[in-house]
Structures are given as structure tokens and as C-alpha cells.
């Protein structure tokens, strides 16, 4: 009889730490487009940075499984080659601390937001794919974290840009660069996979609305968005907890109890 996948509530760096895509801040794949005006930026989140920890004892409270946090790879190393060792200590605070409230903890090395360095299309581009290997290997062997994910959602990063919605007139031969991405991305995966020393599994992103289908994916974890409400490209129409002033707020608690499955 197949196993039911754990259910973990999703926490969005980019959308929900703060301190991106500003002055002296870590650029992300989002900071032209920012600068342009087509839509805002995360600003100051939800001051997650700072405040993991009280968010993480809500979860606690609302009796949920775990969590899946998806690290800022710009966040960690905002320049090619110069990785921030505070910004490490302080995610692997984070995961300690949720570990220590009984959570079951999940990291996503890569998420939507990359690092501009990288490049706004850098998944067609060959040699992105050691650099990705490299970085997601010494995140998983600095982090000690129950399970692993490479990508938080693999179909994201060539969304809008390189799908079928990019075609002609917009862009000639967008179909074919999304197929080729997405062979990298799977190559990026492998080449993780290959190096081993962290257990990395396979997972589905469902949204709070669709959380009660999550029996229909045979994979080891579902990954539902979002514990917390965020701001910017990446934020979630819905999530299970909003900030007001100072106080943490639930606004879809009646859908906790789905992700409270083991």
C-alpha cells in the first residue's frame, strides 16, 4: 500500500524575509523588471529575517507537520564566489530552531528568485549547471535538515519567460529554449542527486486551495504555499498567517487541519 506524503507548510524567503532587490541589497533575477515598474518588489516582506523564530512557534500551535523554508541562493552568495557565511549561520539557526519545536524540516536550495549574477535566463545557459551543483552541495552539507529539495518548485523558474505564453511575437523559439532549460534544470537535479551526503526527495507544490488532492501525488513530500503571506512576484494569493503591525494574525486557519497530515 503506497505511503501518503508528508504535507509541509511552505516559507518563501524572497517573498517573506526582506531586504532584496534594494540599494545594497542582494539582487535578485527580479531586479531589472523591478527597476522598469512592471511590478513591486518584496520591499521589507514580512521581516521574516528577523523573525523566524515567532513564526515558527505558530506553526507549533496550529499543529502542523512541518515546514519547507525555500533559502535565498542571492541571499547566500550575492556575488559569484563570495558566500555570505552569517546568512548561512543564521538558516541553520532557523532550522535548528524548528527542529527543537518538533517540526519536521525540509530546505529548498533554489527557488524562483535566483541571483542576478546568474543571469535573467540563466537555465539555457551551460555553465550555470556546475555552479548550481556546487552551491546546492554545500548548502545541504552546511544545513542540517531533515529532508532536501534542489528546486522549491522546478516548473517556476522557466515559467513567463520561456513557456508557450513567451511565443511569437514575443519570442521566436521560446518552445524549444523551455525544453532546453528544462533538460538543464533535470541535469542540475542529477548532478545533486549524484554527489549524495543529504537525502533529497521528490515533492509536488500545491497552493492552499488544492491541499486536500495532495493524496493524488505519489511523491515523498507535499509542499503547500504559504505559511506566512509575503509581497513581490513571488508572493502566494493565500497563506495561514499575515503580519499586522506587530502581531502574527491567522487568515486561513480552517485549512490547517489538512496540512496537520503525517
Not at 508528508?6 to 531589472?32: I, M, N
Not at 515567532?54 to 523554508?69: H, I, N, P
Amino acid at each position: 500500500m503506497p505511503t501518503k506524503p508528508r504535507v509541509l507548510a511552505t516559507l518563501s524567503a524572497y517573498a517573506c524575509e526582506g531586504g532584496f532587490d534594494g540599494r545594497y541589497q542582494p539582487a535578485t533575477c527580479f531586479s531589472p523588471t523591478i527597476a522598469l515598474g512592471r511590478h513591486p518588489g518584496p520591499g521589507s516582506g514580512e521581516g521574516l529575517w528577523e523573525n523566524y523564530e515567532r513564526v515558527l512557534d505558530l506553526a507549533t500551535e496550529m499543529g502542523l507537520v512541518g515546514v519547507s523554508f525555500e533559502v535565498s541562493w542571492a541571499r547566500l552568495e550575492p556575488h559569484r564566489g563570495r558566500r555570505d557565511g552569517a546568512a548561512l549561520a543564521r538558516y541553520a539557526e532557523v532550522v535548528t530552531y524548528a527542529q527543537r519545536q518538533g517540526l519536521f524540516v525540509n530546505v529548498a536550495a533554489i527557488d524562483a528568485a535566483w541571483p542576478a549574477w546568474l543571469g535573467q535566463e540563466a537555465w539555457l545557459m551551460p555553465w550555470v549547471m556546475p555552479v548550481a551543483v556546487d552551491y546546492v552541495s554545500w548548502v545541504s552539507s552546511s544545513l542540517g535538515a531533515d529532508s532536501w529539495s534542489v528546486f522549491a518548485a522546478r516548473e517556476d523558474l522557466t515559467r513567463g519567460f520561456l513557456d508557450e505564453r513567451a511565443g511569437p511575437p514575443w519570442r521566436r523559439g521560446a518552445h524549444a529554449d523551455a525544453l532546453s532549460a528544462a533538460t538543464n534544470l533535470r541535469a542540475i537535479e542529477a548532478g545533486v542527486r549524484s554527489v549524495g551526503g543529504a537525502t533529497f526527495v521528490t515533492s509536488a507544490v500545491l497552493d492552499l486551495d488544492d491541499v486536500g488532492a495532495y493524496q493524488d501525488y505519489d511523491v515523498d513530500e507535499v509542499h503547500v504555499r504559504s505559511l506566512v503571506r509575503g509581497a513581490g512576484p513571488l508572493t502566494s494569493p493565500r497563506a495561514l498567517l499575515a503580519r499586522h503591525g506587530e502581531q502574527w494574525v491567522r487568515v486561513d486557519a480552517d485549512v490547517a487541519s489538512e496540512l496537520r497530515v503525517p
